[in-house]
C-alpha cells in the first residue's frame, strides 16, 4: 500500500516537472529546428523570383497597338507644341526598318538636338510592333526612312501611319495637315484618289470655257 502511494506520488511530481520546464523559455537551439533558417528563406525566396521570372513574361507586360498609337499620339502632340514653343521648325525622322524614331530642331542650316532628355536617344517601337507603311510628303513608303516636318504655326504635314502586331492587326493613325487633328482608327486609312474627269464630260468642259 505504501509503495503504492509513492508511486503515484512520483507521477505526480514528474508530471509536475515537465509541465515546469514545458513553461518555462525554451532555448533558441531548440526554435531554430522547430522553425525555418536563413539559409531555407533565401532559398525559398530565390525560388519565388526565378519564379516570377518566367511567369510575369507571360501575363502581356508587351504593349499593345492602342498603348503604342497612344503614345505615337502624344509624340505628335508633343513636338508641334515644340515648334510652337521655340518657333523653329521641328524635323522628325522616322526608320521604318528599324522601328525607330528621332526629332531635331531646325536652327538656321543646322540641326540641334531637343534638350529635353526625352529625345536624347532615337526612341523604339516594342519588338511587337512595326511600322507597316506611312504616307507623307515623299509618298507612301513602306521601307526606308520617312521625314515628317512640324511648323511654328502649329501645322503639321499630312501623314497618314500604319502600325501593326504579330497578328497582322492594324492601328491607322492620320494627321490633318492645316487643323492638325490627329484620327485613329483600326482600319486602314487609304489617302483619297483624286478627282478623276470622265472622258466624255472633258469637251463638254471645254466648250463652256471656250463660251466665256
Avoid at 12 to 28: Q, Y
Avoid at 96 to 111: C, K
Avoid at 160 to 171: C, G, P, Q, R
Amino acid at each position: 500500500m505504501w509503495q503504492e502511494a509513492r508511486g503515484m506520488g512520483r507521477g505526480i511530481w514528474e508530471r509536475h516537472l515537465v509541465a515546469s520546464l514545458a513553461s518555462r523559455h525554451v532555448p533558441h537551439a531548440c526554435l531554430a529546428t522547430a522553425g525555418f533558417t536563413i539559409l531555407e528563406i533565401i532559398l525559398v525566396l530565390f525560388l519565388l523570383v526565378g519564379l516570377l521570372g518566367i511567369v510575369l513574361p507571360r501575363i502581356s507586360l508587351e504593349e499593345n497597338l492602342g498603348s503604342v498609337g497612344r503614345r505615337m499620339v502624344g509624340t505628335v502632340r508633343s513636338l508641334q507644341g515644340m515648334a510652337m514653343l521655340t518657333q523653329k521648325t521641328v524635323h522628325l525622322y522616322v526608320d521604318l526598318d528599324r522601328g525607330t524614331y528621332w526629332p531635331v530642331i531646325l536652327d538656321g542650316n543646322q540641326e540641334k538636338v531637343p534638350t529635353d532628355a526625352t529625345w536624347a536617344t532615337p526612341l523604339n517601337l516594342p519588338d511587337s510592333i512595326r511600322f507597316s507603311d506611312m504616307l507623307a510628303s515623299q509618298g507612301k513608303k513602306e521601307t526606308g526612312r520617312v521625314d515628317l516636318f512640324f511648323y511654328p504655326t502649329g501645322r503639321i504635314d499630312a501623314m497618314t501611319m500604319h502600325l501593326a502586331d504579330k497578328n497582322n492587326n492594324v492601328l491607322a493613325i492620320a494627321i490633318e495637315p492645316v487643323t492638325g487633328a490627329i484620327r485613329m482608327s483600326d482600319e486602314r486609312i487609304e489617302p483619297l484618289k483624286p478627282l478623276t474627269i470622265p472622258d466624255r464630260v472633258r469637251p463638254l468642259l471645254q466648250t463652256a470655257v471656250a463660251v466665256r
